[in-house]
């Protein structure tokens, strides 16, 4: 298995096998650091999307819930998941709008070639 710190080797990815093989890429083809940049975005939604059901989740409960102790519980909870779900918000507005800045770029060196 694999740490975290461990050095990378050039076939640790499959823009680096390619890169390897077919030399640099193309006019207009993404690049790595676009195709890493979407795949923090995707990962970044995903989480949003998990921290949206878990309020949704947390706000049934709490209308439900009769014990005081536990609603005030539940109720730290979603202050917390609101919490990170706004600043993973702001977060991901900044990659997805410097995600789409290279995909235009792309775009446009695909034009011009």
């Known amino acids: 298995m694999r740490t975290l710190d461990a050095p990378r080797d050039e076939f640790d990815s ?3 096998a390619t890169a ?5 890429p193309r006019a207009g083809s993404a690049s790595p650091e676009l195709r ?3 795949a923090e975005i995707k990962g970044q939604a995903q989480f949003l999307l ?11 409960q709490l209308s439900n819930e009769a014990d ?3 609603g005030a519980f539940l ?3 979603l202050s917390m998941y609101s919490g990170q ?12 709008a410097e995600a ?10 695909r034009e011009l070639v």
């Not at 390897?20 to 640099?24: F, Q, S």
């Not at 779900?85 to 997805?96: A, D, P």
């Not at 800045?101 to 792309?106: A, C, G, I, N, W």
């Open 14 to 16: 499959p823009d680096a």
């Open 20 to 24: 390897t093989v077919a030399g640099p």
């Open 36 to 38: 890493r940049s979407l």
């Open 50 to 60: 998990y921290l949206a059901d878990q309020i949704e989740e947390s706000l049934d």
């Open 68 to 70: 005081a102790c536990h």
């Open 75 to 77: 109720c730290k909870v």
């Open 85 to 96: 779900l706004e600043s993973k918000h702001q977060g991901l507005g900044e990659k997805i």
């Open 100 to 109: 789409c800045q290279e995909v235009y770029v792309t775009v446009r060196e």
